[in-house]
């Protein structure tokens, strides 16, 4: 083809793109016709420019708050879109969208009644030490060991104790504002190897580690535990296994 002007599906939306021949032959395309990517189309099947970006005809791009679909002939055509309650907006692979979020399963404790991280429940009368969740099987590289136990009962209040990134945490209502933090006392909030803590007013405390547990309670009445999905079938305690067997939960206590 001896033509050095060429049509570009860009050209049908008032920009034609003049292109040396030099280009190589799959760039130009017959009169008539306008180049879409590789292809030669006419000008009803070209694609549309979106955002600085040329899509071909029937791509879809999607983002958190819109999905986009280039009509055959350089038409976008919009839609609102939003994320489900089990999804979140986050970048996979270089690419933004609705993504289901992670697993997390969760155990509470209120009073004496109990309930597993597989949905069992029951009632405990511990006034002694006792181990509510504990990393037993450490197959996986990204899990880290955890220990969650608890002393005392709802009535005269519980003392907590977290270990957890080789850190270990005594928390009780007696402390006054403070933690303990392998031995010793540390004011509130604490913040140290991506694990914080937090007290309100009412007396509830909260440990967040990063990536791991989170632990919530009162020292008194309510624990509440929850542990992402990578720590399936790795634990064990009164918060039972994780494996989605609510008769397999073990009751361990500490010695």
């Known amino acids: 083809m001896s033509s050095a002007s060429v049509h570009l599906c860009l050209g049908w939306q008032n920009n034609t793109v003049e292109l040396p021949v030099s280009i190589g032959e799959n760039c130009l395309c017959e009169s008539g016709l306008a180049c879409s990517g590789n292809m030669c189309v006419s000008p009803e099947s070209c694609g549309c420019f979106h955002h600085g970006e040329y899509l071909?005809?029937?791509q879809k791009v999607c983002s958190c708050k819109q999905s986009c679909l280039c009509?055959?002939?350089?038409?976008?055509?919009c839609r609102n879109v939003s994320c489900g309650e089990d999804e979140e907006c986050k970048i996979i692979r270089g690419v933004q969208g609705c993504h289901p979020k992670p697993r997390v399963a969760q155990c509470s404790v209120d009073g004496s009644q109990y309930a597993t991280f597989d949905g069992k429940d029951f009632e405990f009368?511990?006034?002694?030490?006792?181990?509510?969740?504990?990393?037993?099987?450490?197959?996986?590289?990204?899990?880290?060991p955890v220990l969650i136990a608890a002393r005392g009962n709802h009535s005269r209040?519980?003392?907590?104790?977290?270990?957890?990134?080789k850190m270990h945490f005594k928390a009780s209502r007696a402390?006054?504002?403070?933690?303990?933090?392998?031995?010793?006392?540390?004011?509130?909030?604490?913040?140290?190897?991506?694990?914080?803590?937090?007290?309100?007013?009412?007396?509830w405390i909260s440990f967040k580690v990063a990536g791991s547990v989170e632990l919530t309670s009162d020292l008194r009445n309510h624990i509440l535990v929850k542990i992402?999905?990578?720590?399936?079938?790795?634990?064990?305690?009164?918060?039972g296994n994780c494996n989605d067997d609510p008769s397999a939960a073990q009751r361990h206590r500490d010695l």
């Open 56 to 58: 071909k005809a029937g």
């Open 175 to 203: 402390f006054c504002g403070k933690i303990q933090v392998n031995g010793v006392y540390e004011n509130l909030p604490f913040s140290q190897n991506n694990i914080t803590v937090h007290q309100k007013n009412n007396g």
């Open 125 to 144: 009368y511990g006034s002694y030490n006792y181990t509510l969740v504990q990393t037993c099987s450490l197959q996986k590289a990204d899990v880290e």
């Open 228 to 239: 992402p999905d990578a720590y399936q079938q790795t634990t064990c305690g009164l918060c």
């Open 157 to 165: 209040g519980r003392q907590i104790y977290l270990q957890v990134n």
């Open 71 to 77: 009509l055959a002939g350089g038409h976008v055509a």
